[in-house]
């Protein structure tokens, strides 16, 4: 199985600043054959199921904000909220979909 | 507009059984590869399994913890998935959410979830 490990557990940035977070896969996740990385990140509010944020590493999903970019290819991947907002505290996850079980990393709680 | 209901969770004495049902609504139900995920209380999520669609062969894949005890499947004429949980263990206890698997084009990952439903296993 492929594991997801995340890092730091958990962050405090003032408003309008950046927030880094990273997630390490214990195996490669790029694929060759179609130059794509199969990595996802989601954010989970408190009391609210998860929300797709960007996929294939770095591309978001519709709608949303601009200010959340990912990159990294490989094993080592980063999302970025370049100015942290009050709405972005949540706990923020990847997950690899590159070979079941589609694993997630432990989760990276955001906090202002 | 993407809609998933879950129903069926509730309290069940450690070794028994439940089945959480998923109605699917504001897409083709028929084409779409669904999955299950969970969340223990105060815990991270875990992927428990996927179902591809007919066409696609209809096969599924399970995390070890669930698999050989769980067997997920779907009814395309109901829009329905299920999740058939047997010999339930204390750690089964967790919101299991239903999810649609890369439902949009060129999309990767979960792209939508449903509100979840609370299992939990305690005598």
């Known amino acids: 199985d492929i594991v997801m490990t995340q890092s730091p557990d958990s962050l405090a940035v003032s408003l309008g600043e950046r927030a880094t977070i990273n997630c390490k896969s214990s195996q490669n996740i790029f694929f060759s054959s179609n130059n794509r990385n199969y990595l996802a990140w989601y954010q989970q509010i408190p009391g609210r199921p998860p929300k797709l944020l960007i996929y294939w590493a770095f591309t978001r999903e519709s709608g949303v904000p601009d200010r959340f970019s990912g990159s990294g290819s490989g094993t080592d991947f980063t999302l970025t909220i370049s100015s942290l907002q009050a709405e972005d505290v949540a706990v923020y996850y990847c997950?690899?979909?590159?070979?079941?079980?589609?694993?997630f990393g432990q989760g990276t709680r955001l906090e202002i | 507009e993407v809609q998933l209901v879950e129903s069926g969770g509730g309290l069940v004495n450690p070794g028994g059984s439940l089945r959480l049902s998923c109605v699917a609504s504001?897409?083709?139900?028929?084409?779409?590869?669904m999955s299950w995920v969970r969340q223990a209380p105060g815990k991270g999520l875990e992927w428990v399994g996927r179902i591809k669609s007919k066409r696609d062969g209809g096969t599924t894949d399970y995390a070890a913890p669930v698999k050989d005890r769980f067997i997920i499947s779907r009814d395309d004429s109901k829009n329905t998935l299920y999740v058939q949980m047997y010999t339930l263990k204390t750690e089964d206890t967790a919101v299991y959410y239903c999810?649609?698997?890369?439902?949009?084009?060129?999309?990767?990952?979960?792209?939508?979830w449903g509100q979840g439903s609370l299992v939990t296993v305690s005598s």
């Open positions: 504001g897409f083709t139900f028929t084409n779409a590869w």
């Open positions: 997950q690899q979909y590159y070979s079941s079980p589609f694993t």
């Open positions: 999810t649609t698997w890369a439902l949009a084009p060129d999309i990767g990952g979960i792209d939508y």
